[in-house]
Structures are given as C-alpha cells and as structure tokens.
C-alpha cells in the first residue's frame, strides 16, 4: 500500500519560519491505501520548547498541537461489506529474559499476518505502549520521527498485509515517557499508516454498499490514569504532563467536556466506539478520573471501549448496570496480570491479540482473542456483541 506523497514542508530549526500550511484531512481509507480529500487552513510553527509541530491560537499562547484534540473528523470509506479489524497493544517490547520480562514480537505479528490475511482485515487498532525500553543502553518511547525504533520495532517486525493497512493509534503511559510528540509527528511528515495526528481524535469508517456508519473516538487516557499531584518529580511523565499543560486544572475538564460533545454528536451512528490505553475493566475503572468515562459511555451508548496496559487479553461484558463492552488487548509483547472483576481472561504467560469482525448490516460484531504465545496460534475465547446494547435517556 502506497502512503500519500503530500508532506508537510519542514521548518528551518535556525529561523523556526511560521509556515502556512495547507492541512486537512478527511481520509478516505481503503485497504489499498489514503488520500487526502478536503483542506483547511492552519497556522503551525516549530517550538524550541517541544520537538513536535505546534499550533498558534492568535488569541493566546502557543501550545502544542498534540494536546489539542483534532477539530475535524477523518473518514474513511470501504467498499467491503464488512469492517475487520484486530485491536493490539503494548507490542514494542524486544527483551529476551524470563518471567514477566520475556517478549516476543515475532510469534504475535506471524499470527496477525495469518489472520489478516484470511480475513482480509482492513486496519489495526493500536491501542498505545507502541516502544518500550527493552534492555539496559535502550529508551523509553522514541527519540525523533528518525530515531531507528520506527525501523527495528514497528517495520522490521510486522510484514505482509500489516505492512500495507493503516494503525489508528492512541498514546500510552511509555510513548509519553519520552516523546509522545515524536509519534504524532511521524503521521504528519514520515508515513500516515502510524496513525496518530493528536492525542485526542474523531474518525468515521462508513463500509458496505449502504454505507453504515462507524465512529471512533480516540482518547488520551494519562491524564484520567495518573493523578499528576502524586507523581514522582523525577518521572519523566510528570514533566512532560506539563510541558503539555495538562497539569491545568481545567485541562481534564475540557478533554471530558469533548469526549461527551463527540459522543453526543455521533448518536446517528450504528456503532461507536471508543479507544483508550488505559483498561475500565472491574478495579481497574476506579483509577483516578478514569470512572468518569463509563457514565458517558453509558448514557451515549458506546459499544465497546477498546484497551491495553494491563498485560493480558481480558473483556467484561456488557450488563444492565454497565451496557459498554470492555475489551483490554495488551499482550502484544509482553505478559501479565489483569484486573479484578474481569468476565474471562487468560492466565499470566499468555501473548496475543484481538480480531473484530462486524458483517454487512448486522447488528452483533464477532469477536476472537488470539494465542499467539507460540507460532502455533489458536482462538481462546470468542463471543458477539450488540450493536447498541441499551438506549438510556440524555439527561441521565
């Protein structure tokens, strides 16, 4: 699959030139690639502050795009009557030890090679924690949009099909340990299949001939996860939490207030989705802010929550109380304990994935999680879920 030859020009790292660039997007996203259909105007500058590209407000302070949730929606239209999907998180781990420091990238991407081929899947879902440190002399997330990470962990590792569809991507807790503003900037200037334009975005997939309707909203689950008041001021997060002014308090006021305004505009959709690192499963809902989000999934009717960080495969289904399904998929690369109050899980030791199937005009998705703790890959547990589980009332 050929990625866009439009690049965004560089700016000169001795002037920093305020660029005005001709942006965006609305994509039009088939399996055989992007293009770039409507443009609108922005206004972008390079910072001495922060690496990344960063937006002007003319009516205040420059602040980094990154943090600013995208103010349009991507599309993407697919012909096939079905959308196929695998949801895969916490995959850049490359240690060889023992025990809970064991990764293993390989048997994992064979496996989705396998199934995408099948299956003809159209997109990775990646649900964040996309480089780690993997051994003594390495880093945390990556350096740059060149560092070699891009080429030895994402690249390298991933072939076939994987190497041609697109990975619409969310930030985790170790790509902001270093330079989460690197990974937005790689979709902008190097290749749109990472995709990640903001830490906070809207897309719509519309598939088939009667064009169904699919929203995903992709969210920046740190700030709801860590409460920035109790971080070490030695963890890296911390600092970069206010490098991003997120330690604002209105900041996670305003990051909730969009959520439920994107939520609230999308109810014409047959399915909506919501992607995030952090997990919502059982004990897990109850760090920090994050169960502030299940009530708002709860009243605008989100199918599914899609996650990783706990390093498992693991969903609680959807019930009266709580009609959002509960997937966490954070195995890619490395294994571990769940959440408590989970539905089923697999044990400690165990590697893989997500598959998602949604067929034509039905109103149930198929879901499978994979075993790819070996290159004999096999379906541990599969089920379907409804399409709008319950209908609650707005003013809930």
């Known amino acids: 699959m ?5 690049r965004y020009p560089r700016t000169s790292s001795l002037h920093r030139t305020i660029l005005c660039l001709i942006c965006l997007l609305t994509i039009v996203g088939h399996a055989q690639g992007f293009r770039i259909l409507k443009k609108s105007h922005y206004i972008v500058k390079k910072s001495s502050a922060y690496s990344g590209i960063t937006i002007r407000d003319d009516n205040g302070p420059t602040v980094n795009q990154a943090a600013i949730p995208f103010p349009h929606v991507f599309e993407e239209i697919y012909p096939e009557d079905y959308l196929d999907f695998l949801v895969l998180g916490d995959w850049g781990y490359q240690a060889k030890g023992v025990g809970e420091k064991k990764g293993d990238q390989v048997h994992v991407a064979s496996a989705m090679e396998n199934m995408t081929q099948e299956y003809g899947t159209q997109f990775i879902i990646n649900v964040g924690d996309s480089f780690y440190k993997s051994h003594r002399d390495d880093y945390q997330g990556v350096n740059s949009v060149d560092d070699n990470k891009w080429k030895t962990v994402w690249s390298d590792v991933y072939h076939g099909r994987l190497a041609e569809i697109p990975w619409y991507s969310v930030a985790g807790n170790h790509d902001w340990y270093n330079n989460v503003t690197a990974e937005v900037d790689y979709f902008w ?33 740190n700030i709801f996860y860590y409460d920035y008041g109790y971080l070490d001021d030695r963890n890296s997060l911390k600092s970069n939490f206010r490098a991003f002014e997120m330690d604002k308090p209105g900041m996670i006021t305003d990051r909730l207030k969009w959520i439920e305004e994107k939520l609230e505009e999308n109810q014409d959709s047959k399915w909506i989705f919501v992607v995030g690192h952090h997990p919502l499963i059982g004990s897990c809902a109850s760090k920090h802010l994050m169960s502030r989000l299940p009530l708002l999934f709860k009243i605008y009717g989100v199918t599914a929550y899609f996650s990783g960080h706990s390093h498992t495969l693991e969903y609680q ?18 294994f571990g304990s769940g959440c408590d109050g989970k539905d089923w899980g697999v044990p400690s030791g165990t590697l893989g994935f997500l598959h998602v199937r949604i067929n034509g005009n039905s109103s149930k998705l198929d879901f499978q999680y994979v075993n790819a703790t070996t290159y004999e890959s096999e379906i541990l547990h599969q089920g379907t879920v409804d399409a709008i589980p319950f209908i609650y009332p707005k003013e809930y």
């Open 2 to 6: 050929k990625n866009p030859s439009y």
């Open 189 to 221: 200037t190097k290749n749109h299949r990472f995709f990640l334009p903001a830490l906070f975005y809207v897309r719509h997939s519309y598939f088939g001939p009667q064009r169904i309707k699919v929203t995903w909203i992709h969210i920046d689950t």
């Open 317 to 334: 289904s959807s019930k009266l109380s709580s009609p959002t399904t509960y997937f966490t998929s954070g195995s890619g690369s490395r």
